[in-house]
C-alpha cells in the first residue's frame, strides 16, 4: 500500500486557528459579525479587520458584561485541584463558571505562538514578577512566602487592550491550582512542597488572541537539603574532631617564644599572640630579635604572610622578594626588626644566622634559621578565640563522660528553617563512664551557648538517647537528618530524622569561629571542622648532606650524597597519626634530638629523622631540630597526660606545617634502597642509575618495584620521569596498582597522566569490559578532558557503572544510560560527568542524554524551546521488524541521532533524534495517521506521558525559503498532525501495541491490542 508520508515528520493539530483560516464563500466584506464564532472567518493575516470585529461584537453584548466573561476565560468544568495535586493554603479552590454564549467565544481566542508572545509581552510591558527573585540552581525553601505579580516594565500605546487574565499554578506533584481571583490570594503564597513549581498567566486581548507567559523556580524542603548535606558528611573519629579543632587553634593562636624551648635559636617578642590589628593610618609596630647561636654575626629577615591576596610588592617599606622557598618580605638585617598590624594575616617571621670571620669578603656561611609565626587579627576575631578557648575545655570537661575507645560519632546534620543554612553537627555516642548500662549523646557543635542548649543526653539504649535529644535540643526551627554507622563500641547502626522548633540562635562560633576565613589560605594543610579534614600535606624532598659533613646514617646510600642534585615529592599524611606516633615513642623523640642532623635541598634548616611514624608507605618524617626540641619539651613535661601531651604535638606540628619544619619521606626502607633496587631492577640497571633517580625509585614500595621485574633502562627512566612530573602518583603506585611495567610500556608518554591512564586501561580489562568497548569509553573521557589521575581513581563500581551505560547507549536506552551515570555518585563531578555523556554519545552517534535531561528542540536560528506539553496518549507506527512490541515492552523505543532540530526532522534528515507522532491511529477513511506508516503487518504504539513538541505552531513563519525566494514560511507537513517526540520512549511509558491490518479496498485497520505489561500509568509514577 502507497504511504502518503512518514508519520516520522509531523503534522499540524487541527483546531479552531486553522479552521478560521479557511475561505468563505462570501466575500470577507459581506460576512456578518452576528455570534463570537464569526470572528474567526477573517483570515489571520488580516488582524485589523478581526480587531474591528471583535469590537463591534463587544459593543453588542456590552463592555461590562464583556470584561466579566473574558474573566472567565479558558476553566476546566470540574475546577479545584486537578491531577491528585493538595491545595496550599493560600490558594483558593476555583468555582467553575456558569457556561454561556460567551464560552464560544472564549474558547476559540487564538493563541499566539512563541515568538509572537515575545514580541506582544514587550510591547504591552508584561511580566510576572516574583518576590523574592528565585536565583539559578537554587531552590527556595518551603515556608517562603513569594509575592506574585503582573509586572508592568512600559507599555507602548496604540497596543491592544487586556480583557482578562487567568494564572495557574503548577505543583510539584504535576497538578494545577486554580483560583477564583486568577492568581495567588492576596499576590502570592507559602511554599508547602518541595520540587519543580510552575506559575503560567493567560492574558486575553480585545483582539480575540491570548498568549501565556510563565516562571518555573524549585523548592526543597529543610529535610531534602539535610539528607543531601548529610550524604557529603564524613565519618569523623572523637579524636580525629578533637585534633582538628585543637589545629585551629593552632592557626588562630600560635604558641609563644617560650615555645621554642632549648631550640639552638629563637626568635622572641613580647607582643601577644594573636596581636590586635591596628587602624589603617596609625600603623602599630610589633619587635623581633634573635636569640641565636653565640658565632652568629649576621642576619637576614624574611616575613611570608599565609595568604598573599590584596597585599602590595611593597608593605611598609619592605619590599616583596623571592627567596628558594618562595615569595617574602625582606625586612632586612640585624639582630632585631619590627613589623606592623595594620593586615590581618598570619605570618611566618623567618631568621636566617650566618657566620663571617672579620675582614672576609667572600661569602658567609649559613649556619640556621629561627622561626616564628604571629597573627594580627580584628577585635571581634580575637574575641572568638578567646570564646573558641572556652568551648575546648568545656569539650574536654564533657568527653571524659564517655571512655575514650567507646565515644561513636555520629553525622548529624541541621538545616535552619528561616535561612536553609546547612550545619555540621559535631555528636558522639557511647556508654557512659560512670554507669555503662547508660548511653550518653555529647553534643559538642562548636558555638552552643550552655545557657540555651542542653549538651548532654541519655538513656537506657542509643534510640532512647536519640529520643532524649529529639525532645529536649534547642535548636533553631528545622529540621535534623543523622545516622550511625558500624562501630566496634556496641552501639547499633541508626538513621533519625526529626524536626526541631527550638527559639535560640547559634552563636558566632558556629561553624569555623569566625576565623575560617584566615584559615583558608592553608588549602591541603589543614581542612575546616565542617569537612572532617584532619590531613596536612608537606613536601618530601630527598635528604642532601649532614651537618656534620658527614652522611647520615640512616639516609646512607653507598655513595655520598653531599652535592646531589635533589628531587622534590609530595606525600600526604596526617597530623593526628604523626601526634600519636611522637607521643607513643616519647624515648625515642630524646634519642633523635642526639642524632644526626641533615640538611634539605634548598633550604639551611637541620632535619631529623623519624622513622617510627609509618603509614601509606610513608618511612620516615624529617623534623627540624628546633621542631623535634619543643615535642621533646612537650613528651618530658610531667604535668601533662597522655591526651594533653597529644593535642600540645598538634599544636607544634601545625607551626612546623607552615613554617616547613616538618617534611617526609616515603621511599619504602631508607636504610637498604640499592639492595631494594637490585632485586628489583638486577645489578646493571640499578648500577646505571643515579643517585637522586635511585632516590625517586626508592620512594615505591616492595609490591610496586617487584612490578618492575624485566624492566629496561628505558623503561625505569621513564618511570622516574613520570614521578618527577606528578610525585602525587607515588601514593598510588605504593599501593601496588596494576601491572607497572606493562602500563609503562603502553603509557606512550614520559608524563604521569600517560601512567594513569594505561593503569586505568588495566583495570577497566580486569573489570570484564572488551577492548573496542575500553577504547570508546577511555577516548570519550579524554574527549571530556578528565584527568588520568581521575580516570584510575575509580572505583570497581563507578567503572562497573559506565560499562553498563556504554551498553544502554549503544541499545538505544537513554533512560538507563542515565540512571547508570546518575549512579556514579562522586566518582565524577557534575561538570565532568555532562562533558562525558557529550562526548560518548557523540561516539555512538546518537542524542546527548542532556535532551533527555532537559528536553529542548532547536528552532530555527538556534532558540532551544521546551515541550509545549504532555501527551495523553499519541501513537507512533513503524513497519520496522526490528521494533515488534516484546522488544519494544521490554526495551522501550531507541534512541535515534544527535540532531535536535525540529525543522530538520520534519524535512526527514536521517540524524533527527526526535519521531513523529499522531493524536490518531488511522483517520477514518484508513488513509492517514499513525498506522498509514505502519502499514500492514506493522505497529502502531500508544503512548503517554511524555513530552512533545507541536512541529507546525513551533515552526510557524520559522522555516526559511529555498530556492532564494527569501522569506520564511510554515511546516511544509502541516496536514500530518504530527506532534514530536524524542526517540527514546521508556517502556514505561508505552501502554501496547495496535497491529495494522489490510482493510476493506485499500484501507487500513487496526487489529488486535497487545498490552504492555511494564507500562505504569502516569498517577503511579
Given at each position: 500500500?502507497?504511504?502518503t508520508?512518514a508519520?516520522?515528520?509531523?503534522?499540524?493539530?487541527?483546531?479552531?486557528?486553522?479552521?478560521?483560516?479557511q475561505?468563505?464563500?462570501?466575500?470577507?466584506?459581506?460576512?456578518?459579525?452576528?455570534?463570537?464564532?464569526?470572528?474567526l472567518?477573517f483570515?489571520?493575516?488580516?488582524?485589523a479587520r478581526?480587531?474591528?470585529?471583535?469590537k463591534?461584537?463587544?459593543?453588542?453584548?456590552?463592555n461590562?458584561?464583556?470584561g466579566?466573561?473574558?474573566a472567565?476565560?479558558?476553566?476546566?468544568?470540574?475546577g479545584?485541584?486537578?491531577?491528585?495535586?493538595?491545595?496550599?493554603?493560600?490558594?483558593?479552590?476555583?468555582?467553575?463558571?456558569?457556561?454561556?454564549?460567551?464560552d464560544?467565544?472564549?474558547?476559540?481566542?487564538i493563541?499566539?505562538?512563541?515568538?509572537?508572545?515575545?514580541?506582544?509581552?514587550?510591547?504591552?510591558?508584561?511580566d510576572?514578577?516574583?518576590s523574592p527573585e528565585?536565583?539559578?540552581d537554587?531552590?527556595?525553601?518551603?515556608?517562603?512566602?513569594?509575592?506574585?505579580?503582573r509586572?508592568?516594565?512600559g507599555?507602548?500605546?496604540?497596543?491592544?487592550?487586556?480583557?482578562g487574565?487567568?494564572?495557574?499554578?503548577?505543583l510539584?506533584s504535576?497538578?494545577?491550582?486554580?483560583?477564583?481571583?486568577?492568581?495567588p490570594?492576596?499576590?502570592?503564597?507559602t511554599?508547602?512542597?518541595?520540587?519543580?513549581?510552575?506559575?503560567?498567566?493567560?492574558?486575553?486581548l480585545s483582539?480575540?488572541?491570548?498568549?501565556?507567559?510563565?516562571?518555573?523556580?524549585?523548592?526543597e524542603?529543610?529535610e531534602?537539603?539535610?539528607?543531601?548535606a548529610?550524604?557529603?558528611l564524613?565519618?569523623?573519629s572523637?579524636d580525629?574532631?578533637?585534633g582538628?579543632?585543637?589545629v585551629?587553634?593552632?592557626f588562630?593562636?600560635?604558641?609563644?617564644p617560650?615555645?621554642?624551648?632549648?631550640?639552638?635559636s629563637?626568635?622572641?617578642?613580647?607582643a601577644?599572640?594573636?596581636?590586635?590589628?591596628?587602624?589603617?593610618?596609625?600603623?602599630e609596630?610589633?619587635?623581633?630579635r634573635?636569640?641565636?647561636r653565640?658565632?652568629?654575626?649576621?642576619?637576614?629577615?624574611y616575613?611570608?604572610p599565609?595568604?598573599w591576596s590584596n597585599?602590595p610588592?611593597?608593605?611598609?617599606?619592605?619590599?616583596?622578594v623571592?627567596?628558594?622557598?618562595?615569595?617574602?618580605y625582606?625586612?632586612?638585617s640585624?639582630?632585631?626588626?619590627?613589623?606592623?598590624?595594620?593586615?590581618?594575616?598570619?605570618?611566618?617571621i623567618?631568621c636566617?644566622?650566618?657566620?663571617?670571620a672579620?675582614?672576609?669578603?667572600?661569602?658567609?656561611?649559613?649556619?640556621?634559621?629561627?622561626t616564628?609565626?604571629?597573627?594580627?587579627?580584628?577585635t571581634?576575631?580575637?574575641e572568638?578565640?578567646?570564646?573558641?578557648?572556652?568551648y575546648?575545655?568545656r569539650v574536654?570537661?564533657?568527653?571524659?563522660?564517655?571512655?575514650?575507645?567507646?565515644?561513636?560519632?555520629?553525622?548529624?546534620v541541621?538545616?535552619?528553617a528561616?535561612?536553609?543554612?546547612?550545619?555540621?553537627?559535631?555528636?558522639?555516642?557511647?556508654?557512659?563512664?560512670?554507669?555503662?548500662?547508660r548511653?550518653?549523646?555529647?553534643?559538642?557543635?562548636?558555638g552552643?551557648?550552655?545557657d540555651?542548649?542542653?549538651?548532654e543526653?541519655g538513656?537506657?539504649?542509643?534510640?532512647?538517647s536519640l529520643d532524649?535529644?529529639?525532645?529536649?535540643?534547642?535548636y533553631p526551627?528545622?529540621?535534623?537528618?543523622?545516622?550511625?554507622a558500624?562501630?566496634?563500641?556496641?552501639?547499633?547502626?541508626?538513621?533519625?530524622?526529626?524536626?526541631?522548633?527550638?527559639?535560640s540562635f547559634?552563636?558566632?562560633?558556629?561553624?569555623g569561629?569566625g576565623?575560617v576565613?584566615?584559615?583558608l589560605?592553608v588549602?591541603a594543610?589543614?581542612?575546616?571542622?565542617?569537612?572532617?579534614?584532619?590531613?596536612?600535606?608537606?613536601?618530601?624532598?630527598?635528604?642532601?648532606?649532614?651537618?656534620?659533613?658527614?652522611?647520615?646514617?640512616?639516609?646512607?646510600?653507598?655513595?655520598?650524597?653531599?652535592?646531589a642534585?635533589l628531587d622534590?615529592?609530595?606525600?600526604?599524611l596526617?597530623?593526628?597519626?604523626?601526634a600519636?606516633?611522637?607521643?607513643?615513642?616519647?624515648a625515642?623523640?630524646?634519642?633523635a634530638?642526639?642524632?644526626?642532623?641533615?640538611?634539605?635541598?634548598?633550604?639551611?634548616t637541620?632535619?631529623?629523622?623519624?622513622?617510627?611514624?609509618?603509614?601509606?608507605?610513608?618511612?620516615?618524617?624529617?623534623?627540624?631540630?628546633?621542631?623535634?626540641q619543643?615535642?621533646?619539651d612537650?613528651?618530658?613535661?610531667?604535668?601533662l597526660d597522655?591526651?594533653q601531651?597529644?593535642?600540645?604535638?598538634?599544636?607544634?606540628?601545625?607551626g612546623?606545617?607552615?613554617?616547613?619544619?616538618l617534611l617526609?619521606?616515603s621511599?619504602g626502607?631508607?636504610?637498604?634502597?640499592?639492595?631494594?633496587?637490585?632485586s628489583?631492577?638486577?645489578?646493571?640497571?640499578?648500577?646505571?642509575?643515579?643517585d637522586?633517580?635511585?632516590?625517586?625509585?626508592s620512594?615505591?614500595?616492595?609490591?610496586?618495584?617487584?612490578?618492575?621485574?624485566?624492566?629496561?633502562?628505558?623503561?625505569?627512566?621513564?618511570?622516574?620521569a613520570?614521578?618527577?612530573?606528578d610525585?602525587?602518583?607515588?601514593?598510588?603506585l605504593?599501593?601496588?596498582?596494576?601491572n607497572?611495567?606493562?602500563?609503562?610500556?603502553?603509557?606512550?608518554g614520559?608524563?604521569?597522566?600517560?601512567?594513569e591512564?594505561?593503569l586505568?586501561r588495566?583495570?577497566?580489562?580486569?573489570?570484564?569490559i572488551?577492548e573496542p568497548q575500553?577504547?570508546?569509553l577511555?577516548?570519550s573521557?579524554t574527549?571530556?578532558?578528565?584527568?588520568?589521575?581521575?580516570?584510575?581513581?575509580l572505583?570497581?563500581?563507578a567503572?562497573?557503572?559506565?560499562r553498563?551505560a556504554?551498553d544502554?547507549?549503544?541499545?538505544?536506552?537513554?533512560?538507563a544510560?542515565i540512571?547508570?551515570?546518575?549512579?556514579?555518585?562522586?566518582a565524577?563531578?557534575?561538570?565532568?560527568r555532562?562533558a562525558?555523556?557529550t562526548?560518548?554519545?557523540?561516539?555512538?552517534g546518537t542524542?546527548?542524554?542532556?535532551?533527555?535531561r532537559?528536553p529542548?528542540?532547536l528552532?530555527?536560528?538556534g532558540?532551544?524551546?521546551?515541550?509545549?506539553g504532555?501527551?495523553?496518549?499519541?501513537?507512533?507506527?513503524t513497519g520496522?521488524?526490528?521494533?515488534?512490541?516484546?522488544r519494544?515492552?521490554?526495551?522501550?523505543?531507541p534512541?535515534?541521532?544527535?540532531?535536535?532540530?525540529l525543522?530538520?526532522?520534519?524535512?526527514?534528515a536521517?540524524?533527527?533524534?526526535?519521531?513523529g507522532?499522531?493524536?490518531?491511529?488511522?483517520?477514518p477513511?484508513?488513509?492517514?495517521?499513525?498506522?498509514?506508516w505502519?502499514?500492514v503487518?506493522?505497529?502502531?504504539?500508544?503512548i503517554?506521558?511524555?513530552g512533545?513538541?507541536d512541529?507546525?505552531?513551533?515552526?510557524?513563519?520559522?522555516?526559511k525559503?529555498?530556492?532564494g525566494l527569501?522569506?520564511?514560511?510554515?511546516n511544509?507537513?502541516?496536514?500530518?498532525?504530527?506532534?514530536?517526540?524524542?526517540?527514546?520512549v521508556?517502556?514505561?511509558?508505552?501502554?501496547?501495541?495496535?497491529?495494522?491490518?489490510?482493510g476493506?479496498g485499500?484501507r487500513?485497520k487496526?487489529?488486535?491490542?497487545v498490552?504492555?505489561?511494564?507500562?505504569?500509568?502516569?498517577?503511579?509514577?
Amino acid at each position: 500500500m502507497a504511504k502518503t508520508k512518514a508519520l516520522d515528520h509531523a503534522p499540524d493539530k487541527a483546531g479552531p486557528a486553522t479552521q478560521g483560516d479557511q475561505e468563505s464563500t462570501l466575500p470577507t466584506s459581506e460576512r456578518a459579525v452576528t455570534r463570537p464564532a464569526d470572528i474567526l472567518q477573517f483570515p489571520r493575516s488580516d488582524s485589523a479587520r478581526r480587531v474591528s470585529a471583535a469590537k463591534e461584537l463587544q459593543q453588542s453584548v456590552g463592555n461590562a458584561r464583556t470584561g466579566q466573561m473574558l474573566a472567565q476565560v479558558n476553566q476546566p468544568a470540574s475546577g479545584g485541584i486537578t491531577q491528585g495535586s493538595q491545595p496550599n493554603g493560600d490558594i483558593e479552590p476555583y468555582q467553575a463558571p456558569e457556561r454561556s454564549f460567551w464560552d464560544s467565544l472564549v474558547g476559540n481566542f487564538i493563541e499566539l505562538n512563541a515568538e509572537e508572545t515575545a514580541k506582544i509581552q514587550r510591547q504591552l510591558g508584561i511580566d510576572i514578577s516574583i518576590s523574592p527573585e528565585p536565583e539559578p540552581d537554587k531552590p527556595f525553601l518551603t515556608g517562603t512566602r513569594l509575592s506574585v505579580e503582573r509586572s508592568y516594565t512600559g507599555y507602548q500605546r496604540g497596543m491592544p487592550g487586556i480583557s482578562g487574565q487567568h494564572w495557574e499554578l503548577e505543583l510539584p506533584s504535576g497538578g494545577q491550582i486554580q483560583t477564583a481571583k486568577y492568581r495567588p490570594a492576596g499576590g502570592g503564597y507559602t511554599l508547602q512542597q518541595g520540587g519543580a513549581h510552575h506559575i503560567r498567566m493567560t492574558l486575553f486581548l480585545s483582539t480575540g488572541e491570548k498568549f501565556t507567559i510563565s516562571r518555573k523556580f524549585a523548592a526543597e524542603t529543610p529535610e531534602m537539603r539535610a539528607q543531601q548535606a548529610l550524604g557529603n558528611l564524613p565519618n569523623a573519629s572523637y579524636d580525629s574532631f578533637r585534633g582538628e579543632m585543637e589545629v585551629q587553634r593552632a592557626f588562630a593562636k600560635p604558641p609563644g617564644p617560650e615555645a621554642a624551648g632549648k631550640s639552638p635559636s629563637r626568635i622572641v617578642t613580647n607582643a601577644p599572640n594573636p596581636a590586635p590589628m591596628s587602624e589603617k593610618g596609625s600603623p602599630e609596630f610589633v619587635t623581633y630579635r634573635v636569640e641565636g647561636r653565640p658565632e652568629a654575626t649576621r642576619f637576614q629577615w624574611y616575613v611570608k604572610p599565609l595568604d598573599w591576596s590584596n597585599l602590595p610588592d611593597t608593605f611598609e617599606g619592605n619590599p616583596k622578594v623571592e627567596t628558594a622557598q618562595g615569595p617574602a618580605y625582606d625586612l632586612g638585617s640585624g639582630a632585631q626588626v619590627r613589623w606592623p598590624t595594620t593586615v590581618r594575616n598570619l605570618f611566618v617571621i623567618q631568621c636566617k644566622e650566618y657566620r663571617q670571620a672579620q675582614g672576609e669578603t667572600g661569602g658567609a656561611e649559613e649556619l640556621g634559621e629561627a622561626t616564628y609565626v604571629q597573627t594580627v587579627l580584628s577585635t571581634e576575631d580575637i574575641e572568638q578565640v578567646e570564646r573558641l578557648d572556652e568551648y575546648l575545655e568545656r569539650v574536654d570537661e564533657l568527653a571524659v563522660k564517655v571512655k575514650p575507645e567507646q565515644r561513636v560519632p555520629i553525622q548529624a546534620v541541621h538545616v535552619d528553617a528561616e535561612t536553609g543554612n546547612a550545619m555540621q553537627l559535631r555528636l558522639f555516642i557511647g556508654p557512659a563512664t560512670e554507669d555503662p548500662s547508660r548511653i550518653v549523646l555529647l553534643d559538642l557543635t562548636p558555638g552552643l551557648d550552655p545557657d540555651q542548649h542542653s549538651l548532654e543526653f541519655g538513656g537506657v539504649t542509643a534510640a532512647q538517647s536519640l529520643d532524649d535529644f529529639d525532645s529536649r535540643n534547642n535548636y533553631p526551627d528545622g529540621h535534623i537528618a543523622l545516622k550511625i554507622a558500624k562501630n566496634d563500641a556496641g552501639v547499633p547502626v541508626l538513621n533519625r530524622s526529626f524536626e526541631t522548633d527550638g527559639s535560640s540562635f547559634l552563636g558566632s562560633l558556629a561553624g569555623g569561629f569566625g576565623i575560617v576565613s584566615l584559615l583558608l589560605g592553608v588549602g591541603a594543610l589543614v581542612a575546616a571542622p565542617f569537612t572532617g579534614g584532619g590531613s596536612l600535606v608537606v613536601a618530601a624532598l630527598v635528604v642532601g648532606s649532614a651537618a656534620t659533613g658527614a652522611v647520615a646514617g640512616g639516609l646512607s646510600l653507598a655513595d655520598r650524597l653531599q652535592k646531589a642534585e635533589l628531587d622534590e615529592t609530595g606525600v600526604a599524611l596526617d597530623v593526628l597519626g604523626i601526634a600519636a606516633s611522637l607521643v607513643g615513642g616519647g624515648a625515642a623523640v630524646k634519642l633523635a634530638k642526639g642524632g644526626p642532623a641533615v640538611l634539605v635541598a634548598s633550604t639551611s634548616t637541620r632535619y631529623l629523622l623519624w622513622t617510627s611514624f609509618v603509614a601509606d608507605g610513608v618511612a620516615g618524617l624529617l623534623i627540624s631540630q628546633q621542631g623535634i626540641q619543643q615535642i621533646a619539651d612537650v613528651l618530658e613535661d610531667e604535668r601533662l597526660d597522655s591526651d594533653q601531651k597529644r593535642l600540645a604535638v598538634i599544636r607544634v606540628l601545625a607551626g612546623l606545617v607552615v613554617t616547613g619544619g616538618l617534611l617526609a619521606l616515603s621511599y619504602g626502607d631508607v636504610r637498604s634502597v640499592r639492595k631494594r633496587l637490585r632485586s628489583s631492577l638486577g645489578e646493571e640497571v640499578e648500577g646505571a642509575l643515579s643517585d637522586p633517580g635511585r632516590l625517586t625509585l626508592s620512594l615505591l614500595d616492595d609490591p610496586a618495584l617487584e612490578g618492575l621485574a624485566g624492566a629496561g633502562m628505558d623503561d625505569v627512566q621513564r618511570l622516574i620521569a613520570v614521578l618527577r612530573d606528578d610525585p602525587t602518583t607515588l601514593q598510588r603506585l605504593a599501593r601496588g596498582q596494576g601491572n607497572l611495567l606493562a602500563g609503562l610500556r603502553a603509557a606512550g608518554g614520559d608524563s604521569a597522566d600517560h601512567l594513569e591512564r594505561a593503569l586505568a586501561r588495566q583495570r577497566f580489562g580486569a573489570a570484564g569490559i572488551g577492548e573496542p568497548q575500553i577504547k570508546r569509553l577511555f577516548a570519550s573521557l579524554t574527549d571530556a578532558d578528565i584527568p588520568g589521575l581521575r580516570v584510575n581513581a575509580l572505583g570497581d563500581s563507578a567503572i562497573q557503572q559506565l560499562r553498563l551505560a556504554d551498553d544502554a547507549l549503544a541499545a538505544g536506552n537513554a533512560t538507563a544510560a542515565i540512571r547508570h551515570l546518575d549512579h556514579l555518585g562522586p566518582a565524577l563531578t557534575p561538570a565532568e560527568r555532562a562533558a562525558f555523556e557529550t562526548a560518548l554519545t557523540t561516539r555512538h552517534g546518537t542524542t546527548d542524554l542532556s535532551a533527555y535531561r532537559k528536553p529542548e528542540a532547536l528552532l530555527p536560528g538556534g532558540k532551544r524551546v521546551a515541550p509545549d506539553g504532555v501527551a495523553f496518549p499519541v501513537y507512533y507506527g513503524t513497519g520496522n521488524t526490528n521494533l515488534a512490541p516484546d522488544r519494544v515492552h521490554s526495551e522501550g523505543l531507541p534512541m535515534r541521532g544527535g540532531n535536535l532540530s525540529l525543522q530538520d526532522h520534519v524535512e526527514e534528515a536521517s540524524d533527527s533524534a526526535f519521531r513523529g507522532t499522531t493524536s490518531h491511529i488511522l483517520t477514518p477513511d484508513g488513509q492517514q495517521g499513525a498506522g498509514a506508516w505502519a502499514d500492514v503487518g506493522g505497529w502502531v504504539y500508544e503512548i503517554d506521558g511524555v513530552g512533545f513538541w507541536d512541529a507546525n505552531l513551533a515552526l510557524e513563519g520559522r522555516r526559511k525559503i529555498a530556492g532564494g525566494l527569501g522569506g520564511h514560511g510554515g511546516n511544509l507537513m502541516r496536514g500530518e498532525n504530527e506532534m514530536s517526540i524524542l526517540a527514546h520512549v521508556p517502556r514505561e511509558r508505552i501502554i501496547g501495541a495496535y497491529l495494522i491490518q489490510q482493510g476493506p479496498g485499500t484501507r487500513l485497520k487496526v487489529g488486535e491490542f497487545v498490552p504492555n505489561p511494564n507500562y505504569l500509568p502516569r498517577s503511579r509514577k
